[in-house]
């Protein structure tokens, strides 16, 4: 993201605790998936004695509820080490990335044994965080197949540029969708100041 609205961020998130600093960090992170700008978000609320992951914990019903008003759906993952990530996607677009064109045949190649169905994906990550990070995750989140592979071939080196991702092709592009993102988080700041 930009320095820009890094810094706004921080600032809001500042002034906030408790429930309505996790409340926050939600929704900036997924604001390009509620303004329908990439189909899901990966937050990552650290390590369960955390206050993000307690908070998370003690009141998942309520966040849930307040995700699922913007149309969002949720799954916990735990990765190797004890950190609980939050998957927050829109479901009809997972779908629509999920129905045809490479990304299939992409996870597949993976080891997905029904790439084409969004419950099974989902649910093979569980195993997947279990051994370590699937980076193929990204193709999930709406980032540029040939970047993912990028990223898996490169182990995460010889990139062109780092933004929301690490990029490996089509930098003008990458750009632009940044720029998209950070539009999005803008407007969820805003928002949230009005309703916060």
Excluded at 34 to 46: C, E, R, S
Excluded at 96 to 122: N, Q, W
Aim: hydrophobic share 40%.
């Amino acid at each position: 993201m930009n320095r820009v609205t890094a810094q706004k961020f921080a600032y809001c998130r500042s002034r906030l605790k408790g429930l309505d600093r996790l409340a926050l960090s939600l929704l900036f992170h997924s604001a390009p998936v509620v303004f329908d700008t990439k189909p899901a978000a990966l937050v990552n609320l650290g390590k369960p004695e955390g206050e993000p992951c307690t908070l998370w914990i003690s009141h998942r019903r309520d966040f849930k509820e307040m995700l699922e008003k913007y149309l969002l759906k949720v799954r916990e993952y735990r990765i190797t080490g004890g950190s609980m990530l939050v998957f927050i996607y829109q479901p009809h677009r997972l779908f629509d990335i999920l129905a045809g064109g490479s990304i299939p045949e992409t996870l597949a190649g993976f080891g997905y044994k029904e790439p084409h169905k969004a419950s099974s994906v989902l649910d093979s990550l569980d195993d997947r965080f279990s051994r370590s990070f699937p980076h193929e995750l990204g193709l999930l989140l709406g980032y540029p197949p040939k970047d993912v592979t990028g990223f898996i071939l490169n182990n995460g080196k010889h990139y062109l540029l780092n933004g929301y991702w690490k990029v490996y092709h089509n930098p003008v592009q990458a750009l632009k969708t940044f720029g998209n993102y950070d539009k999005a988080g803008e407007k969820m700041l805003k928002l949230f100041g009005q309703i916060g």
